[in-house]
């Protein structure tokens, strides 16, 4: 599920923060909020809200069920979409970073040449940015596989279908296995470590700092 969600919000998030730091529009401030409100918000509350969403007793979910026979509580794309909605914020506020750190200077320059929106994106903003972006990545997926709560609440911890790490150790805790508790745990610690001792290797190796060529 980390992986996923890792992968599906950089496409995601890199439009969004283009949007937002590139393009100037009036309601920008209350979008921005409702973006990063579940960086604030309890895990609880945010799966919560997303379990009665797509509940079969409501709008949403009920017709999701009747015309397409489909739900999302208690299933692997439903905890997919919650991870999605829960680090969405993660990955966007480090990217925003990135962009908005670019001098404007090679945005204009780029115009001036008569280069398009894409081209312009694709061959300055993306590769100046390179660092941001997997500074957001790796932020996501480490934030991901210690997530319970959102994941708890709408996926419910099928075993094999929607059971992952996080809640696996307190199910082992609970049941007093604090020896498969332990195995879980250190696997995660080391997950998380070799994530981010390969993004300060970068920092201090890759001379990239903030999208910016530090030579």
Known sequence: MAVLTTIVLVFVTIPIAYFLVFTQFRFRIFLETILNL????????????????????????EFLDNTFEFRLTFSFLGILFGSLVFNLPFMLQAIQVGFSSLPKSYIETGRILGKSKWTILTKIILPNSKFS????????????????????????????KTKVASIAIFEEVE?????????????????????????????????????????
């Open 175 to 215: 049941a007093m296995n604090y020896a498969n508790a332990h195995l879980y745990a250190l696997i995660l610690v080391s997950i998380s470590f070799v994530s981010l001792f390969l993004l300060f290797l970068w920092k201090r190796n890759g001379f990239l700092f903030m999208g910016l060529d530090q030579k």
């Open 38 to 61: 579940p960086l604030v918000l309890p895990p609880t509350v945010i799966g919560f809200y997303l379990l009665v969403l797509f509940s079969p007793k409501y709008l949403l979910g």
């Open 133 to 160: 972006i997997f500074a957001g990545m790796v932020l996501t997926f480490a934030h991901t596989i210690g997530e319970f709560g959102v994941v708890l609440l709408i996926g419910g911890s099928i075993p094999g």
